[in-house]
């Protein structure tokens, strides 16, 4: 992985979204988000918090995605996988005569214009090996919506570690992390709600 000298943004957005079926396929719905925000701060270094969401097919995407931009900080950083697009859809649209529908990303962005999204190429294997070296559940290849909605909020950490760490110093990703990993065990140390 590269290092660069950038720094973290002072508000990063990691932002997964969990469907039913992949994104440009018709019936396709939004099952759960997670947003887990990283916000720096000069005393205390960083705060995270985590949001997580989940629904039933009824919900529609609009009032989803709105949602969804009513809890990102104003100018933010958002990280979030980008979609892979299926070459039967490619294929399909064309044939259709037109262009594919917007992206979740691509509606989040049209409404909230100050955000700065960056769609990730990230390989599953990449993804696995911080899930394996920070000890993070993601849910199993496969997995049933249910698991795959339950290990959103990890999965979104994920990727927020694979980002810090192929994009920032040594040092800047040493403190972040360590951070991170006290507001983790914190979280973990926390009895549950009933």
Known sequence: MTTNSRRHPDT??????????????ARSAIRSTALFTVTRC???????????????????????????????????????????????YLRHSFAAGGPLPPADLQLLQRERADLDILPLECANRVLEEIAAAYRIERAEPGANILSRSRKAPDEAQCLWAAFVWSQFSPDERNSLSTAWEAWRAIERARPLPF
């Open 12 to 25: 990063l957005c990691s932002l997964v979204i969990i469907r039913d079926a992949s994104e440009h396929a």
């Open 42 to 88: 000069r005393k205390a270094g960083a705060r995270f918090t985590i949001d997580h969401a989940a629904f039933d097919r009824t919900a529609t995407r609009a009032s989803i995605l709105d949602g969804i931009a009513a809890r990102i900080p104003r100018h933010a950083t958002v990280i979030a996988r980008a979609s892979r697009t299926a070459q039967y």
